[in-house]
């Protein structure tokens, strides 16, 4: 059982610019708490219900995929839709029994951020503020589709709910074969489950409301976090290069001719606690690092197994079968946001491991041959600890560049086999 204080964050942590519009949105589910927030329980009590309501429209939608279609093109979408929500349901599902670990994770990503802050330079600065504009960049892309997504689904249903509802609440006719569902009932089939106002059509539009707000902004969440230890990595590398020991001490930003003014045993003492600095940070990212992959690293393994296997299916209905426009148009959004979840979590991740082995030409980079042999020994520990790889796994899958290709090429080769097949 979580204690309720380790669910807690405090509010600055909220406005943290790195983070703020994903803890806001964990705040809306009841997934985390603010120590200033009224009613914590009822708040958590509102996750619980969230993650169980995902789980159950997840059930609902196999339910119907399992009953089977009439082409491949009317099942192709929601079997899309059906084990996009299954990934994003062991995903809230694993974040939800994490909640924990992610409140530890924001408190320490803040307070870092807020140190290394203290002392930072313009160039660091922008640094900072080119992060949070490329994070702000990758959760509007994400969100895009899924909004545009559920805008359509969204008007479709309302407008023939206004003006044609015999053509809405029309379940027996659809079940005949009769008549079409809405766009609405194709995505989401709760109306052939339960075939009355509350479930079957406020149901759906819940179902709805949880998918395009829920997938995208978990994965951009994750996203930030691996940004962050990108962008922690950047300073530190920059500060090893030029050997800035102005960033070790407030004194030396508010005196800046101190530094002129020390000797060459005062400069080495200072270059070693730069040195000591860096096996610190070091530590801190592994940690974080590990942390992460802690994370996610369920949730991850199976969506390299379920999109790898859902994209080839998708590029087969699109090739074989003549999905009408919306068909087309959703099968579409949906290869774009498979692709782009997993890309989102490998390319960060080999972003991490490339500044990792950055940080030993970094330091490489300054003037260590004119330093004392004490402080050349400390940069070649920092080396040699730098050469050792930062690789993020989950479980047997590597997160690097390398594998999101193999998953492409895996997905296309399932596609030709299928095609050839139906062909012959």
Not at 67 to 79: I, K, P, W
Not at 275 to 282: D, G, L, R, T
Not at 297 to 326: E, G, Q
């Amino acid at each position: 059982m979580v204690d309720i204080k380790d669910l807690q964050i405090h509010p600055e942590v909220f406005e943290n610019p790195l983070i703020i519009i994903h803890l806001k949105s964990m705040l809306l589910y009841g997934l985390i708490v603010s120590t200033e927030q009224k009613h914590k329980r009822f708040s958590l009590r509102r996750g619980a219900v969230f993650t169980i309501s995902f789980v159950i429209s997840c059930a609902l939608i196999f339910i119907k995929v399992s009953r089977g279609f009439e082409s491949l093109a009317a099942g192709a979408t929601s079997c899309a839709t059906a084990f996009l929500y299954l990934s994003t349901s062991i995903t809230i599902v694993n974040a939800f029994f994490q909640r924990a670990r992610v409140v530890r994770m924001c408190t320490f990503l803040h307070e870092d951020i807020n140190k290394l802050m203290e002392l930072a330079d313009e160039r660091e600065k922008k640094m900072f503020a080119d992060t949070v504009k490329y994070l702000r960049y990758v959760t509007v892309i994400l969100w895009t589709p899924s909004v545009l997504a559920g805008f359509i689904a969204y008007a479709d249903c309302f407008y023939r709910t206004i003006f044609m509802p015999e053509t809405v609440f029309n379940i027996p006719q659809v079940l005949r074969g009769e008549a079409e569902p809405i766009l609405l009932f194709q995505l989401f089939p709760f109306g052939e489950v339960y075939d009355n106002f509350l479930i079957g059509y406020l149901g759906a539009c819940y179902a709805l409301f949880l998918g395009i707000t829920t997938i995208p902004c978990w994965h951009t969440f994750i996203t930030c976090l691996m940004k962050y230890i990108v962008l922690k990595f950047q300073i530190i590398n920059k500060r090893l290069k030029e050997m800035d020991i102005s960033k070790l001490s407030p004194n030396f930003s508010l005196q800046l001719d101190m530094i002129d003014n020390l000797n060459e045993n005062d400069l080495n003492y200072w270059r070693l606690k730069m040195c000591e600095f860096c096996v610190k940070e070091q530590t801190k990212i592994k940690w974080f690092a590990n942390e992460i992959q802690a994370l996610i690293r369920i949730p991850v393994f199976l969506d390299f197994i379920i999109f790898s296997v859902l994209i080839c299916f998708l590029f087969y209905a699109l090739t074989t079968d003549n999905p009408s426009k919306m068909d087309y148009f959703f099968m579409l959004i949906y290869l774009f946001v498979m692709a782009s979840i997993l890309w989102l979590y490998h390319w960060h991740a080999t972003l991490i491991a490339q500044c990792n082995d950055d940080l030993g030409f970094a330091i490489y980079s300054s003037n260590w041959y004119d330093y004392p042999l004490i402080v050349q020994k400390s940069i070649r520990l920092i080396m040699m600890d730098s050469t050792k790889p930062l690789t993020m796994k989950a479980f047997l899958v590597e997160l690097n560049l390398k594998t999101f290709i193999d998953v492409v090429r895996g997905a296309y080769s399932y596609f030709s086999i299928l095609r050839n097949a139906n062909l012959d």
